[in-house]
């Protein structure tokens, strides 16, 4: 089984609908998927759309990733959205419990985590040890300039399984200001921090 997990950006009010859209930078992202999507659509694949309520939305990222792959032909039963993250630390272990809920049978978020440090922090109680069959692929959707962060926080907390990078290509402007506010984020501290904080 294949697992695409879109990881979410700014949404943005539109003037002439009054309902949130992708802003451009996210809309990048899920037009990523609709481009790789017609040779995953026949296979035992499932996407994760990733984000929560960020700067104050009434809605969640998710919601209206979702929204958006549906409008453009996406079946709605091959979505599920991940509505709390609002860091990409967060989406990657967030869509993890939601992957264990949506395939119980197929998956323990317990086998592919580190178990102290994945369920110590989050203090998730189920982290029952099972002997299950984890994905065999995860495709991994965000811009260009962010999946440098994003792939050494996947490979950080699931180390045993396969990540498939999928970039988005972003316009000039916006992939410049991404690679400055990237630039700016210390990672390696961040997920030293996390060890810290449950050992």
Same mark, same amino acid.
């Given at each position: 089984?294949?697992?695409?997990?879109?990881?979410?950006?700014?949404?943005? @009010?539109d003037p002439k609908t009054k309902k949130y859209i992708p802003d451009i930078v996210?809309?990048?992202?899920? !037009?990523?998927?609709?481009?790789?999507?017609? =040779?995953?659509?026949?296979?035992?694949?499932?996407?994760?759309?990733?984000?929560?309520?960020?700067?104050?939305?009434?809605?969640? =990222?998710? %919601?209206?990733?979702?929204?958006?792959?549906?409008?453009?032909?996406?079946?709605?039963?091959?979505?599920?959205?991940? %509505?709390?993250?609002? &860091?990409?630390? =967060? %989406?990657?272990?967030?869509?993890?419990?939601?992957?264990?809920?949506?395939?119980?049978?197929?998956?323990?978020?317990?086998?592919?985590?580190?178990?102290?440090i994945y369920c110590n922090y989050y203090g998730v109680d189920s982290c029952e040890?099972?002997?299950?069959?984890?994905?065999?692929?995860?495709? @991994?959707?965000?811009?260009?300039?962010?999946?440098?962060?994003?792939?050494?926080?996947? &490979?950080?907390?699931?180390?045993?399984?396969e990540i498939t990078p999928v970039e988005s290509t972003t316009p000039k402007y916006?992939? !410049?200001?991404?690679?400055?506010?990237?630039?700016?984020?210390?990672? !390696? %501290?961040?997920?030293?921090?996390?060890? &810290?904080?449950?050992?």
């Open positions: 089984m294949k697992v695409v997990i879109v990881l979410g950006c700014n949404i943005i @009010l996210l809309k990048t992202r899920l !037009d990523r998927v609709l481009c790789i999507w017609n =040779e995953l659509v026949d296979t035992e694949t499932i996407i994760i759309v990733s984000g929560g309520k960020t700067r104050g939305r009434i809605i969640s =990222e998710s %919601n209206v990733m979702s929204t958006y792959l549906v409008r453009n032909g996406i079946s709605k039963n091959r979505i599920f959205e991940e %509505n709390s993250s609002v &860091n990409t630390i =967060e %989406n990657c272990v967030y869509s993890f419990i939601l992957l264990e809920k949506i395939i119980k049978s197929r998956v323990s978020v317990s086998a592919v985590f580190d178990h102290n040890v099972r002997e299950l069959s984890p994905p065999t692929e995860i495709m @991994l959707v965000t811009s260009e300039f962010h999946m440098t962060r994003s792939l050494k926080i996947f &490979n950080f907390f699931i180390p045993s399984i916006y992939k !410049d200001l991404g690679e400055v506010n990237e630039a700016k984020i210390p990672i !390696d %501290n961040m997920l030293n921090s996390y060890i &810290n904080r449950v050992m």
